[in-house]
């Protein structure tokens, strides 16, 4: 069962190391979202720091979606999903090992980029403590919750567009908390309950999204 | 364990509203290769995708060793192997690393010299580093069957395999068919070829109701 989501990980790593582009791509999108803002409504210290938890969060949420809709699509292009989901091991560990996949390649660039960011947005070292913790927690659930959109998409047309409209609705949870957080922090009321939450959300959805998706998977195929 | 049988009991098919075939019956032992023929859009490919489980039929049930396969889908697909349209081989990987991690999401052990061994036997042996981007397309089919012969699946269920395929290759696939079914294993195939299969059990099934020449 293990060697199983070993095998999905390192085959999704090993081809992201192939296609660096792909996940460049989702990388500079990240820094070129959150670094419009301060040039869009001007370069106040004091006003940087205010909406600089919630750009981040927002900037980081669209560079997961961007990624998402390939998670399936090249492997059904392929043909190698249809040979993954009739593997004799559970197509729930499948999705999970995908999605893993998925946060270690396009979650973790995200959180090594974040503080420089952050540092952009005039936020204290505090809060860009929290911000990172948050992120930790909380693009997990971008990559597990954007499995469900991807299976449910996987095939259509124009499935990129629906997709977002599908999952960012269900993001908002993670990016209230996330965000609210780093501002709990900066207006001294401590961040403990928001991250609480989130680790909540981030349970749940390592609970049921892989179920969900799978499901999805196997009727996308059909 | 019984020995292996695959059956399919009233089987219906549709697409969307159209019904492709209905009271559908047959029984496949070991040692058997069943020809599935017929027409374009006859629902051949849809026929396979039935007895791979990989869509569920409208009425009816796929049984393998007497049980529906929807009971017992992590055994059924332990032993069963399908090639379909797509090869299923990654174009950024070369050809071992590709039987390598079609090994792992089997959840085996890879064997590299084996795998190499049978990729030289498909006559690719110098194609073993070249990702498989690089590759003609009949190459590649041969990775997707390279891949095929290493699942060592006693069923094997293959759309069109001959696809693409030169002479060379088409001869040595009979061959790997004719072994396969010696040794005990079953063969479920599309084909629109002609194939020289002299001393194997061969059972044809007409899909749809559009009269073909005879093959073969």
Known sequence: MHRFLLAVLRRDLTLAARRRGDWLIAQFFFVMVASLFPLGVGPEPEML?????????????????????????????????????????????????????????YGIPLLLIAPVLGIQFNLSWEAIWVLEISLLLGTPILSLLGGVGAALTLGLRGGGVLLTLLILPLYVPALIFGAGAVDGVMAGTGAEAHLSLLGAFLVLSLMIAPWIAAAALRVSLE | MSDPSLSVHDLACARGDRLLFKNMNFTLNAGALLLVQGGNGQGKTSLLRLLTGLSSPEEGEVHWRGQPIR?????????????????????DLNPVENLRFADGLQGREFDAARGVATLNKLGLSRCLDLPCRVLSFGQRRRVALAALLLAGATLWILDEPLTGLDVHAVALMEGLIRDHLKGGGMVVATTHQALNLEGVTVQRLLVGNVAIPELA
């Open chain 1, 49 to 105: 720091a205010r909406i600089g938890p919630g750009v981040l969060w927002v900037a980081a949420t669209l560079a997961s979606l961007l990624s998402l809709s390939r998670l399936f699509a090249d492997d059904h292009h392929d043909g190698s999903l249809e040979h993954m989901v009739l593997s004799p091991e559970p197509t729930v560990l499948l999705v999970l090992g995908k999605s893993l996949a998925h946060w270690l390649i």
């Open chain 2, 71 to 91: 009971k017992q889908r992590e055994a059924y697909h332990a032993e069963m192997i399908y090639l379909g349209h797509a090869n299923g081989v990654k174009d």
